[in-house]
Each structure stands twice: as C-alpha cells, then as structure tokens.
C-alpha cells in the first residue's frame, strides 16, 4: 500500500474533508436511523471517504479537519492527516482552515474540499473529477440533489474559498468556479443527509466500514430496512 510521503505527482491534490463531532452528525437521518447508530454511521462515511480518497492516484494527502476525540484517531490511522477545527467557525471556516494547513506543508498544493459523507466514494471516478479540475484555477461537483457540493478545488496558489451549504452549487458558480460536467461519477455526487440518499449510496455499493455499520444497525433493530434499499 503507498503512503503518503510515496506519492510525488507534480500535479498530486490534498483534499479537505471535514467532519463535525459524530453526536452532531446526520440529524437528518433520525427517521431512519437510531441515535446510537448515527454516530457511527458518520464515522464509517468518514472512514470510506478517507480510505477512497488516498487510494486514487491523483491525491498526494488528506487533511481532516475535525474535534471529535472518536473520529481523529480512527481517520489517522488510515493516513489521513488530521487537525483541529481551530477556527470554530462552521463548515467554509474549517474548510478555509484545513486548505491553510495542506498549504503550510506543501506551499504550492492543489487543494480540494471533499465531503466526508460518501460512502460510495470509488478512487477511479475522483481522479477522473480530479483530473478534469487540472485546467480550471476553480472547479466545482454538484450532488447528487443537484443543488448543493461535494468537490470544490483551486489549482497552486489559487484560494480555494469555499461556499459549502445549503445552495451551494448556485454560490459556487457564481463565484466564478467552474462546474464540472461529467455524468458518470455518481459516487463522488452521492452524498448522505437524508434516508434517501443512504439508500442511494447502498445501491451503489458502499465501502467496507459503512456496509460493516449498516448491517450491525439492521441486526440490532437501529436501523430501518426501508433505508437499507432503493425504492
């Protein structure tokens, strides 16, 4: 398996995911999920987003901006470097705030923000986003929904600035990033904040720690069957 320090690209990106504290995460999974289970499904997105993304061959690092004492070692144990959410700020200031940190190790780094809820995430189809967003100073993926971001990058030297919430395929592109086109990429557009879309990524097969996570939460009744599969 390479490591980080094994990936020497000219072109090679950090990624920024951020992950908020796993009691906090995926409120809007409650009809389908337990309390005692959502935590744990965050992690596991987490985990097979992180496990994705340095496993595709157009990322040099992951930075993981995060505070939560369960969530940092599990995703350093993977590689991932991990800082704490200095800032405090909500979701574009950790953001803004893990971009600084890939940069004050690695000066002239791609950056790119990516989700920490996609639990489809396959290497192949990043690196094709990746590689596309090569020959743009911004560049954005919409979701799945169609409305808010899963990928933003800026190329060296560009400021990432990102927009992230809500509506924020409109914000980004009217902040001059460019919308990416490629259609068949659905696990790096399939996000997970709602039953619906756990079912999405289900079909479209998720990595090893959420199907891991999924099926403890339907062995133990936390978990409803009708979110397990599509409509």
């Known amino acids: 398996m390479r490591t980080q320090a094994d990936r020497a690209e000219p072109f090679a990106w950090s990624l920024v995911i951020p992950l908020k504290p796993l009691t906090r995460a995926k409120s809007r ?27 595709s061959g157009a990322v040099r690092d992951v930075v993981v ?15 991932a470097r991990v800082v704490r959410d200095e800032p405090g700020g909500g979701l574009n200031a950790a953001l803004a705030h893990g971009a600084r940190a890939a940069r004050a190790v ?35 993926l919409p979701d799945a929904a169609e409305i808010g971001t899963t990928l933003l990058c800026a190329a060296p030297s560009v400021p990432l600035a990102p927009e992230f919430g809500g509506t924020s395929r409109a914000r980004h592109a009217a902040s001059g990033a460019v919308e990416i086109p490629l259609l068949d990429v659905a696990s790096v557009r399939q996000d997970v ?23 403890l939460g339907l062995r133990a009744g936390l978990l409803r069957r009708s979110a397990a599969s599509p409509e």
């Open 106 to 140: 690695r000066p002239s780094a791609a950056v790119a923000a990516l989700n920490a809820d996609l639990p489809a995430l396959r290497p192949a189809e990043l690196t094709r986003v990746l590689d596309y967003a090569r020959a743009f100073p911004r560049a954005f």
């Open 65 to 79: 901006v995060t505070d939560d004492a369960r969530a940092a070692p599990e995703l350093a144990a993977l590689g």
């Open 193 to 215: 904040d709602t039953p619906e879309d756990l079912a999405a990524a289900l079909a479209l097969g998720v990595g090893p720690y959420t199907a891991a996570a999924a099926d």
């Open 29 to 55: 999974l409650a009809a389908a999920a337990g309390a005692r289970l959502r935590p744990s499904l965050a992690l596991a997105f987490a985990q097979d987003t992180v496990t994705a993304a340095l496993a």
